[in-house]
């Protein structure tokens, strides 16, 4: 069976997430959307064996039991500090490429299926980020799989990922890799709403 590596930049999923919410639910939904992480793996797995996943995050994470509950399935999990000036995280990209580019070296004579999830395409004409990495990756016999929201994913990036791997827009799982948190205090009264299962058979398609 093929090793699946999963690449997972929980921000940049994350905030996209938010504007699709927006689209799908309303304003409202803005700040209640959260990802189901149990539900993105294994859409990202999409049944097959985990060789090894790592995802990246930043503190104060969010639901951190929840990040907790992935290492218990293998994931590795590393949260980063959020930068002093702007607030933004630091070296996120960088950890997940280094973490890519060691594994298409450690098994140069043995590739598998690389699964990133992200949308951020950017460096590519400097031959760095992801897209290039994952060019890299795929010269060495690679298969590679992007899994982004449509409207957040680097087109050249998703256009190569039609081309030459798969990419999975996750628009279409939408209900089941997001779940909506009740209003905080305060707020305008909504309903929350659960994350659905996922289809796996969709994936295939």
């Known amino acids: 069976m093929d090793k699946v590596f999963i690449y997972w930049d929980n921000s940049n999923i994350f905030i996209s997430a938010q504007q699709v919410a927006i689209d799908q639910e309303g304003e409202s939904s803005r700040y209640r959307v959260r990802i189901h992480f149990r539900n993105l793996l294994e859409l990202a797995h999409g049944g097959r064996e985990i060789e ?12 951190r039991h929840v990040w907790n509950r992935l290492e218990n399935e293998g994931v590795t999990v590393k949260l980063l500090e959020r930068g002093a000036v702007h607030g933004r995280e630091q070296g996120v990209d960088q950890v997940l490429q280094t973490e890519m580019l060691r594994d298409g070296y450690d ?12 949308g951020d395409g950017a460096g590519f004409a400097d031959g760095v980020g992801f897209h290039a990495d994952v060019e890299r990756m795929r010269r060495r ?25 798969r990419f999975i827009a996750l ?31 969709r994936r295939c398609l």
Do not use: K, Q
Not at 52 to 60: C, E, F, H
Not at 107 to 118: E, H, K, Q, R
């Open 107 to 118: 098994n140069n004579g043995d590739p598998g299926i690389a699964v990133l999830l992200t």
């Open 52 to 63: 090894r996943a790592i995802a990246v995050g930043s503190i104060p994470p969010e639901l």
């Open 141 to 165: 016999g690679w298969r590679i799989e992007v899994l982004s929201w449509r409207h957040s994913c680097n087109r050249r990036m998703r256009e190569w990922a039609e081309e030459y791997g």
């Open 171 to 201: 628009d279409d799982f939408y209900d089941s890799v997001t779940f909506l948190e009740r209003p905080a205090p305060g707020e305008p009264a909504a309903a929350p709403r659960n994350a659905s299962s996922v289809d796996l058979d």
